[in-house]
């Protein structure tokens, strides 16, 4: 490239030099376009793809349906374990079928209890009266946390939080259970 | 900003003399279209590598979306195609770019042939290219089974029949192509490892190749 002329140039030469502060010069007009049209092509490149990424982010959740899972006469006031199944549409894999577990019993005042079985401290699965040390209560194998009935978190092991309860409804003598709450 | 940054690393690593030597030359003017428009010929190796970039990253997101399975594969496409927004754009930029590389690639071998660019000192770069060729021609092969539809099944079973006629060699190779008897479970695997995998890296070395060449060797002078 030439160096740039020192005396300040016409309007009918090639303008190298900006002549006032508002003015831009041929090659940073030249940088401006080439980076703008490249920026623009690059975009173009990777904007799609990173959206595409992206969805599973922003696709909102689908809604959990209440369903039957137990006979209310079945629940007794120590935590059963019950299963159910939701069908699923795990991406391109349709209609899967899901076991859930959750975790039942009458609580003291009479209200019915449905924990999720899943720690809190890292999402490991939690065992009602597993561990002979602690009975009575749900133990996590994975670091050893603890939960008392009531899932809540004992002090002073893994978890900070007690386990999640299944929102439910009682109907016509069955147990329904929909979707899961958080406590903290 | 960046003028900072680069400073500062330039300061350090002194980076000026190594992307001088990649991107800092001349440009001579028979192969500049702003002097003589016809020279707009000498693009398409550029453009060619342009399509190859836009395929490598196009595909690696596709590798995101993309199951190589006989039970999964087509739903997963279909799944991308029409479930995921911006989905059938990621996927449209790959399946005709695949078009569009070829395309280039014949325009740019027709430019070296015709202006005898493949001339001493340059027949290993001519070597390169053939060899570049028949990459590209494989990954638009391996690739083309991997929707794993009507068309990219009787597809796959038409090229592996070609391949088999081929004297002694034939029944072997394509034996060995499909991974069994059958075009299936093991060939779509297969075929997907060598697409993204096995080729894309002996392109890349190819490619590596070709333009140190050119480096070296400059561009072929004027008609
Ligand atoms: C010059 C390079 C390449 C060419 C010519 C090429 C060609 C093709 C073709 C023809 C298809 C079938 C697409 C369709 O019919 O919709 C395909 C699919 C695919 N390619 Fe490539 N490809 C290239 C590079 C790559 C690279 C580097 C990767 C990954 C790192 C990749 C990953 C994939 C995947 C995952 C599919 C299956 C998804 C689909 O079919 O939409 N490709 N490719
Ligand atoms: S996951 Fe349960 S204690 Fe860590």
């Known amino acids: 490239m030439n160096e740039k002329p020192k005396q300040p140039q016409t309007s009918e030469t090639f303008g190298e030099t900006a002549k006032t502060k508002d003015e831009i010069s041929r090659r940073q007009f030249l940088t401006y376009t080439l980076m703008g049209t490249g920026g623009f092509m690059a975009s173009m490149l990777i904007i799609p793809p990173l959206r595409a990424t992206l969805d599973s982010v922003l696709q909102k959740k689908q809604e959990e349906p209440m369903v039957a899972v137990a006979d209310v006469s079945e629940i007794t006031d120590e935590p059963k374990r019950f299963t159910f199944t939701l069908t699923i549409d795990d991406a391109w894999v349709k209609n899967q079928k899901t076991t859930f577990t959750a975790w ?81 | 900003m960046i003028q900072k940054v680069y ?33 707009f010929v000498y693009c398409f190796g550029g453009l060619t590598f342009f ?54 690639l014949f325009l740019h071998t027709l430019r070296v042939f015709f202006t005898g660019a493949y001339k001493a000192p340059r027949e290993m770069n001519w070597v390169v290219g053939v060899l570049l060729f028949a990459v590209i021609l494989g990954l638009g092969f391996t690739g083309y089974l991997l929707p794993w539809d009507n068309k990219a099944y009787f597809a796959t079973k038409v090229g592996l029949q070609i391949a088999e006629v081929v004297p002694v060699l034939g029944p072997y190779v394509k034996h060995f192509l499909a991974g069994g008897d059958i075009v299936g479970a093991e060939t779509i695997t297969r075929f997907f490892a060598i697409h993204v995998f ?10 590596g190749v070709h333009f140190i060449l050119i480096r070296r060797q400059g561009i072929a002078g004027p008609l």
Request: glycine share 6%; net charge negative; hydrophobic share 40%.
């Open chain 1, 104 to 184: 039942v019993f009458k609580s003291e005042n009479g209200d019915i209890m449905a924990l999720s079985p899943i720690c809190t401290h890292l999402g490991c699965t939690v065992d009602w009266n597993s561990n002979p040390k602690y009975p009575e209560e749900f133990f996590c194998p994975c670091h050893g946390g603890r939960y008392s009935k009531d899932g809540v978190n004992i002090p002073g092991t893994p978890p900070s939080s007690p386990l999640a309860v299944y929102a439910y409804e009682v109907k016509d003598g069955k147990l329904y259970l929909g979707k899961l709450i958080s406590r903290s």
């Open chain 2, 51 to 104: 399509t190859v970039v836009i395929q490598i990253l196009s595909g690696m997101f596709l590798a995101m979306f993309y199951a190589p399975d006989i039970v999964n594969a087509f739903n997963s496409v279909k799944y991308l195609q029409t479930e995921v927004s911006f989905g059938y754009i990621v996927r449209g930029m790959h399946h005709w770019g695949a078009s569009v590389v070829i395309v280039m």
């Open chain 2, 198 to 207: 096995f080729l894309p890296a002996i392109l890349l070395l190819l490619l």
């Open chain 2, 7 to 39: 400073d500062w690393l330039d300061e350090r690593l002194d980076l000026s003399p190594i992307w001088r030597d990649i991107a800092d030359h001349e440009v001579p003017e028979h192969v500049n279209p702003a002097h003589h428009f016809s020279a």
